[in-house]
């Protein structure tokens, strides 16, 4: 048998290229892998990003809705009767929302206008790489709401839905002191639960006492959601326990100063004079020469003693709203002792009310996905 030999000569660096193109090919892959790996971790960033951005503009559009009348929160807030628009920013943990509220519709007649309300939040959490550098997630909801002018149904310049006891001198008169509304009734409290006990009584008003409702005709005519206001639906400027209430001297300094002061201590006592809107849950006490003017919400028994004078709206045992039947004795009314003077004030009331006059929003007007500009 005979044996050729072959020449690979021809075939000399031949392994060179081949782990070059190995390498090669390998390095493709990589490069492809970390590229898919890096394009889709931008994508979900970029998703969770939109969702934040999303829960940033939720919430500021309801901070907006709920805060909106609060003292000095919003940046560049109007009066929504006459402008046609007004904005604010509100800054949130991870980024801020950038609300408008455009007005769509005027007043018209007794309705009141109507806005649509934008929120566009921002996520500045997290930079997005775009086509032009470094990006914030960005997502704009939206929602019809109307502008509520309405502040509190005053039916008498004192209210009592648990009956009130009159004992001593002194003036409840429901004349309007401001002059801008009709007059309303004195005094008015549920059919027999009036008790004069001494002194000069002179109720003033149209009429100067109203006792011809029974108690369902007066629930129905005092008209204040009682439940939603002990579930915080006025939020407060001060709260109190917690809150120290605002000294004399805070009234005395700042003439545009009207708080709402919610009390949940029992028999509480009023310690200074002042202004704004007082919400009691139970039991409250006006003493000495304390004077106070805007609205008294009372949940319990009112009692006032001594020389004091309260200019706006008082309502007390309103309570009786959300459960239970005053009894028609005196042992759960309030108490007027001394020489009082509880009048009506119209500008009073709209002063203090002005947290009342807020957007409510339109039912089914939402939008999640607003176009912004």
Request: proline share 4%; charged share 15%.
């Given at each position: 048998?005979?044996?050729?030999?072959?020449?690979?000569?021809?075939?000399?660096?031949?392994?060179?290229?081949?782990?070059?193109?190995?390498?090669?090919?390998?390095?493709?892959?990589?490069?492809?892998?970390?590229?898919?790996?890096?394009?889709?971790?931008?994508?979900?960033?970029?998703?969770?990003?939109?969702?934040?951005?999303?829960?940033?503009?939720?919430?500021?559009?309801?901070?907006?809705?709920?805060?909106?009348?609060?003292?000095?929160?919003?940046?560049?807030?109007?009066?929504?009767?006459?402008?046609?628009?007004?904005?604010?920013?509100?800054?949130?943990?991870?980024?801020?929302?950038?609300?408008?509220?455009?007005?769509?519709?005027?007043?018209?007649?007794?309705?009141?206008?109507?806005?649509?309300?934008?929120?566009?939040?921002?996520?500045?959490?997290?930079?997005?790489?775009?086509?032009?550098?470094?990006?914030?997630?960005?997502?704009?909801?939206?929602?019809?709401?109307?502008?509520?002018?309405?502040?509190?149904?005053?039916?008498?310049?004192?209210?009592?839905?648990?009956?009130?006891?009159?004992?001593?001198?002194?003036?409840?008169?429901?004349?309007?002191?401001?002059?801008?509304q009709p007059d309303v009734a004195g005094v008015m409290v549920d059919k027999g639960d009036l008790h004069i006990q001494g002194g000069s009584f002179n109720p003033d008003g149209n009429p100067p006492v109203d006792t011809s409702n029974t108690f369902t005709q007066l629930k129905a005519k005092v008209n204040i959601d009682?439940?939603?206001?002990?579930?915080?639906?006025?939020?407060?400027?001060?709260?109190?326990?917690?809150?120290?209430?605002?000294?004399?001297?805070?009234?005395?300094?700042?003439?545009?100063?009207?708080?709402?002061?919610?009390?949940?201590?029992?028999?509480?006592?009023?310690?200074?004079?002042?202004?704004?809107?007082?919400?009691?849950?139970?039991?409250?006490?006006?003493?000495?020469?304390?004077?106070?003017?805007?609205?008294?919400?009372?949940?319990?028994?009112?009692?006032?003693?001594?020389?004091?004078?309260?200019?706006?709206?008082?309502?007390?045992?309103?309570?009786?709203?959300?459960?239970?039947?005053?009894?028609?004795?005196?042992?759960?009314?309030?108490?007027?002792?001394?020489?009082?003077?509880?009048?009506?004030?119209?500008?009073?009331?709209?002063?203090?009310?002005?947290?009342?006059?807020?957007?409510?929003?339109?039912?089914?007007?939402?939008?999640?996905?607003?176009?912004?500009?």
């Open positions: 048998m005979t044996f050729r030999s072959f020449n690979f000569s021809n075939r000399d660096g031949f392994a060179l290229p081949l782990a070059i193109l190995v390498i090669t090919v390998v390095a493709a892959g990589l490069a492809a892998g970390f590229a898919s790996t890096a394009s889709e971790f931008t994508a979900n960033a970029a998703e969770k990003s939109q969702h934040r951005a999303y829960q940033l503009a939720e919430t500021g559009l309801e901070q907006f809705l709920l805060l909106r009348s609060t003292t000095n929160w919003c940046d560049h807030c109007a009066d929504p009767i006459t402008a046609d628009s007004e904005w604010t920013r509100v800054r949130l943990p991870g980024g801020y929302a950038d609300v408008v509220a455009v007005k769509v519709r005027p007043v018209i007649g007794t309705q009141n206008a109507i806005y649509f309300i934008r929120s566009r939040g921002v996520d500045t959490s997290v930079k997005l790489s775009g086509a032009t550098g470094a990006t914030a997630a960005e997502r704009t909801v939206g929602e019809y709401a109307v502008w509520n002018t309405q502040t509190i149904n005053v039916q008498a310049a004192w209210v009592s839905l648990s009956g009130l006891n009159k004992n001593g001198t002194g003036v409840i008169s429901g004349i309007d002191q401001c002059g801008q009682w439940a939603a206001i002990m579930a915080n639906a006025i939020v407060p400027d001060y709260e109190i326990p917690g809150d120290a209430f605002p000294s004399g001297s805070a009234f005395d300094g700042d003439p545009n100063f009207w708080p709402v002061i919610r009390i949940h201590t029992n028999n509480y006592t009023l310690p200074n004079h002042g202004r704004g809107m007082i919400i009691a849950d139970s039991n409250f006490t006006i003493s000495g020469s304390n004077m106070w003017d805007g609205i008294v919400l009372i949940g319990g028994q009112l009692t006032s003693n001594g020389n004091n004078t309260t200019a706006g709206a008082t309502l007390s045992g309103l309570n009786f709203l959300i459960g239970g039947t005053p009894q028609t004795s005196s042992i759960d009314d309030s108490q007027a002792n001394g020489q009082k003077t509880y009048v009506y004030n119209s500008c009073n009331v709209s002063n203090a009310a002005s947290r009342l006059k807020r957007y409510v929003a339109l039912p089914n007007t939402w939008m999640d996905d607003v176009a912004a500009w």
